[in-house]
């Protein structure tokens, strides 16, 4: 779970595609002695070599409160690996439609195994519901689609992959911090150097919490001593609880995502997680559920999300759904986690379109960044993924051109750019 999920779906999808029937090893097992890598030069640290990098580090953790005990006993774990700065620097989006991405990770055997544990830890689900606000499908989806509920949580040594992190200079300040932390989950006795066996990019347990925020928000659910996120199922419900009311800002007893059916008059500009309207609202606008009941006709605010466009699915997403988005920001996992949730609680399948969706192959979808890039907006990386900023960047293009405003690219919106020298609007903002 990443300060914005470290903004890396690709992590997820590579992860879960193939669950993993390796299981964590006993707490003896050891890491295999990683092999020997010369890292890259350091520029950010003025050119200083990985072992003096290592041992400010090691200082500035003793600074924050980690005794020299953890340290010495965490050292044979603070290696570099080149390998994890490589698929750190290589990581990529699949440019997966959502019906695709949601089919999978949100299969129904995934909502069924939710719903079994739901049952089967039910004194856990119900004291975190209790504490925090959280629902149990809310927890069980993001347990899911992390680890397939601990079935697959990474394989790799965590300190390891911090600390190669934390000397590559992308994101070196964050990493450290993650290191320093990771040291600290150690140093209150909640796991071992050895035990601390996770994702390439240092997520730990069976929710795939970041260290930070281990120390932070995990918590001992089960009574023994210890925040255990990699074997008690109790310590993983009660942290995930936790982090999703406090560090998410969870809203107690407020929906978080709704399939709705919209009607093919709809003001398309409006249907943007920017946007947020009464239920009233929309109701007006002809909006209804998939069987075509009423909305509620009340002051609820809620936004029109269209993750394909407007002959796509359509969903109604509520001030909780930034809890999705705050967990990981790649919007198609934010709305599959937000929609196997609603499974898992009971809501019915996801109607299929009517008609297939047209996508952008990659290459022309990223043509069309480089296009959006010339007249004038910041795409972030062009790199052919519908990404949030490129959703913006459309969404003010199509309204310019006159064409309906869904933030989904398609070949009408990539001819007129092509035709044309246009600039984007002085008004438009890219979130």
């Not at 400010?56 to 005990?69: F, I, P």
């Not at 440019?95 to 991405?101: I, P, R, V, Y």
């Not at 934010?334 to 009971?346: D, E, K, N, P, Q």
Request: glycine residues 8%; charged residues 20%.
């Amino acid at each position: 779970m990443l300060q914005t999920r470290l903004a890396i779906a690709a992590v997820v999808f590579a992860a879960l595609s193939f669950p993993a029937s390796a299981q964590l090893p006993p707490p003896s097992a050891k890491p295999a002695a990683p092999k020997a890598s010369v890292p890259r030069a350091a520029s950010c640290h003025n050119g200083a070599s990985f072992d003096r990098f290592l041992a400010e580090v090691k200082q500035q953790a003793l600074a924050a409160g980690v005794s020299q005990r953890t340290i010495a006993e965490a050292s044979p774990y603070l290696v570099y690996d080149q390998g994890i700065v490589y698929r750190d620097r290589g990581q990529r989006v699949f440019g997966q439609l959502f019906t695709e991405f949601a089919g999978r990770m949100a299969a129904p055997y995934r909502m069924q195994n939710g719903q079994q544990h739901i049952k089967q830890y039910a004194a856990a689900f119900a004291r975190a519901e209790k504490e925090y606000g959280v629902p149990p499908a809310v927890i069980a989806a993001f347990w899911g689609l992390e680890s397939d509920f601990g079935a697959n949580m990474g394989n790799l040594p965590t300190l390891k992959s911090l600390v190669s992190l934390a000397y590559d200079c992308r994101r070196s300040e964050m990493f450290v911090g993650e290191t320093i932390a990771a040291l600290k989950i150690i140093d209150r006795g909640d796991l071992h150097p050895d035990e601390m066996i996770g994702s390439w990019a240092g997520e730990l347990g069976q929710t795939q919490f970041l260290p930070v925020h281990y120390v932070n928000y995990a918590v001992d659910y089960d009574g023994d001593g210890r925040r255990d996120l990699l074997r008690s199922p109790a310590d993983v419900i009660g942290s995930t609880a936790n982090y999703i009311a406090n560090g998410l800002k969870w809203r107690r007893g407020e929906p978080w995502l709704e399939e709705i059916r919209v009607p093919p008059n709809l003001p398309w500009d409006k249907t943007d997680l920017t946007v947020r309207e009464p239920r009233s609202t929309w109701a007006q606008l002809g909006v209804t559920y998939p069987d075509g009941r009423p909305l509620p006709n009340d002051s609820l605010a809620a936004s029109v999300l269209l993750p394909m466009g407007r002959t796509g699915p359509a969903f109604l997403a509520y001030a909780n759904f930034a809890a999705y988005t705050e967990w990981n920001n790649s919007l198609i996992y934010a709305t599959t986690a937000g929609y196997l949730a609603s499974r898992i609680a009971g809501a019915a399948p996801m109607r299929k379109p009517s008609t297939p969706v047209a996508q952008l192959p990659f290459n022309e979808l990223k043509e069309l960044q480089q296009l959006l890039v010339r007249a004038g907006f910041n795409v972030g990386k062009i790199d052919g993924v519908l990404g949030q900023q490129s959703r913006a960047a459309v969404k003010a293009m199509q309204i310019k051109y006159g064409l309906p405003a869904d933030s989904w690219p398609t070949a009408e919106l990539l001819a007129r750019m092509r035709g044309g020298t246009a600039q984007a609007p002085p008004q438009a903002t890219i979130r």
